[in-house]
Nanobody
Framework: VQLQASGGGLVQAGGSLRLSCAASGRTFSSYVMGWFRQAPGKEREFVAAMSSGTTYYADSVKGRFTISRDNAKNTVNLQMNSLKPEDTAVYYC?????????????????WGQGTLVTVSS
């Protein structure tokens, strides 16, 4: 599985961005898709993930971010609203085979190249 993330950019606090991740392969629906982020000087952290039927969010983004997927188009999106300066990070999409959603990075087998989101105050 190859993943290509896009959609990052510079936005003011309170604004919105939509990240997209395009995946190769014919069994996209068999993968849990996740979004992680890494801010400068910090460890990579979980943001959101979903299987075809289950969705999880980090507490820090609950109510502001929405993850969605289109299995027909092999894409997963992250709609980010009410952005805060602390959301500034490189965002990575990731894929894990199976249906169990996990929030740790280790079990994810495939990673995109990352897209930078910068939120100015």
């Amino acid at each position: 599985v190859q993943l290509q993330a896009s959609g990052g950019g510079l936005v003011q606090a309170g604004g919105s961005l939509r990240l997209s991740c395009a995946a190769s392969g014919r069994t996209f629906s068999s993968y849990v898709m996740g979004w992680f982020r890494q801010a400068p000087g910090k460890e990579r952290e979980f943001v959101a993930a979903m299987s075809s039927g289950t969705t999880y969010y980090a507490d820090s983004v609950k109510g502001r971010f929405t993850i969605s997927r289109d299995n027909a188009k092999n894409t997963v999106n992250l709609q980010m609203n009410s952005l805060k300066p602390e959301d500034t990070a490189v965002y990575y999409c990731a894929a894990k085979y199976g249906v169990v959603v996990v929030t740790s990075a280790g079990p994810y087998d495939y990673w995109g190249q990352g897209t930078l989101v910068t939120v100015s105050s």
